[in-house]
């Protein structure tokens, strides 16, 4: 949520209450409610569990299932419902889960949409955190 917000991206999370780094996620959710213009009658109630959603104008852009206690399966029913909008879907779990994401991704339906998948294991997005936060800080610095 705190990098969609910095790279300029509308934030959504279903969360709002739990604490990451001793700061609730709702201080980073910039939506209070997931948009609907985009996003059909049918699908809605599923898409709106999943657990960030960074938009553009409405669109989903990036959606992130991050996969810590519940299973890989859940995270992709629920993403794909967003294939069709061309969002790229994350699966975000341990480098250990990543044969079982293969596996997954390797069946229908996911399959035939498996360019829209990625798999981010928690190192890689802590990395990708760090830089963003470093490129924050540097843009606050520059145009302050």
């Known amino acids: 949520l705190k990098m969609g917000n910095a790279l300029g991206y509308d934030t959504y999370s279903p969360d709002k209450a739990p604490l990451a780094y001793d700061e609730p996620l709702s201080k980073y959710i910039s939506l209070s409610e ?4 985009f996003v059909g009658d049918e ?6 569990k999943i657990d960030v959603i ?3 104008d409405e669109v ?5 299932e991050i996969e810590n206690s519940t299973g890989l399966r859940s995270g992709f029913q629920r993403l794909i419902q967003l294939h069709p909008l ?8 341990r480098d250990s889960d990543l044969p079982t994401y293969e596996q ?7 399959y035939r949409h498996k360019d829209s998948f990625r798999f981010c294991s928690y190192k890689k997005l802590e990395k990708f955190f760090v830089e963003v936060d470093r490129l924050e800080a540097t843009k606050r610095a520059f145009l302050e």
């Open 60 to 64: 989903p852009k990036y959606a992130f």
């Open 43 to 48: 699908i809605f109630d599923f898409v709106k």
């Open 104 to 110: 997954i991704l390797n069946v229908e339906p996911y």
């Open 34 to 37: 997931m948009p609907r213009r």
């Open 54 to 56: 960074w938009f553009e």
């Open 86 to 93: 061309g969002a790229k879907l994350y699966i975000v779990a």
